[in-house]
C-alpha cells in the first residue's frame, strides 16, 4: 500500500527527471508520450472529481518519473493500494528512486491482470494514464483496454492525457475505441502548460 505523503522535488530531482525523459524518449520515443515530465496542473486536472479517498485500489500507468504520482498521493485515503505499471526501464528506475513508497512493476499495461493480483486487489477503482495512446499499435492498445475494463469495477474511472489536438485522426480513432468500452465519456478538458496544451478525458465503466 502506498503512503499519502509524496517525497518533495527538488530542482535537481527535476532536473534529473528531465534529462531521464529526454535519454528515454531519444532511445523508445514510441514508449514515451513527451519530451518532459507532466505539469502539475495537468495531474490535478486528472484526479479532480474521481473520489480517490474512498478508492479500494488504483493504477497509474506510463507513470513516467512520477508528476502525475505525487498528485495522486495527495488524494487517495490511507487504506487505498495505489501502485504503477511502466515499460519503460530507465524511466521506471528513475520512479523508483522518487517514489520508493509506490509498488511499480517494470512491465506492460496489457498484463494489467497479473500485476492486479500480484497486489492482492480484486479489482480497480481508477486507472490513471498518461501513456502515448496514439502511437500504441491498435492490437496491443486493445488488449490493454480489454484487460482494464474488464477489472474496472461497475462506475470505475479511466482518465487519460494527451498532447495531441482532439481533432486528430489518431486521438479520434482512440476516443471512438473509449465510446465503444465505456457507459459514459466526458468530453476532453482543455489544460494548458508552458508551451503545448494537453487534453484531458474521463472515462467510466
Not at 50 to 72: N, S, W
Not at 106 to 132: C, K, M, N, W, Y
Not at 158 to 181: D, H, I, N, P
Request: hydrophobic share 45%.
Amino acid at each position: 500500500m502506498a503512503s499519502r505523503s509524496g517525497r518533495n522535488q527538488t530542482p535537481l530531482t527535476n532536473a534529473r527527471d528531465h534529462m531521464a525523459f529526454l535519454a528515454a524518449f531519444l532511445r523508445s520515443p514510441a514508449q514515451v508520450s513527451a519530451l518532459f515530465p507532466t505539469n502539475p496542473e495537468i495531474g490535478r486536472a486528472m484526479v479532480r472529481g474521481l473520489d480517490l479517498q474512498r478508492a479500494h485500489a488504483v493504477v497509474e500507468f506510463g507513470p513516467g518519473t512520477g508528476a502525475i504520482t505525487k498528485t495522486v498521493l495527495e488524494v487517495i485515503g490511507d487504506s487505498t493500494t495505489f501502485f504503477a505499471v511502466e515499460l519503460n526501464e530507465q524511466i521506471a528506475k528513475r520512479f523508483a528512486k522518487n517514489f520508493p513508497q509506490v509498488p511499480l512493476f517494470q512491465g506492460d499495461a496489457a498484463d494489467i491482470a497479473r500485476f492486479t493480483t500480484e497486489i492482492g486487489a480484486s479489482h480497480l477503482d481508477a486507472v490513471i494514464t498518461a501513456l502515448p495512446w496514439t502511437t500504441i499499435p491498435k492490437k496491443v492498445r486493445a488488449r490493454i483496454l480489454d484487460e482494464t475494463v474488464r477489472l474496472l469495477r461497475p462506475g470505475g474511472a479511466f482518465t487519460w492525457v494527451t498532447y495531441r489536438s482532439v481533432k486528430s485522426a489518431g486521438v479520434q480513432e482512440f476516443m471512438g475505441e473509449l465510446a465503444e468500452r465505456f457507459s459514459r465519456v466526458e468530453p476532453a478538458i482543455a489544460v494548458h502548460q508552458a508551451m503545448v496544451q494537453a487534453h484531458v478525458q474521463r472515462c467510466y465503466r
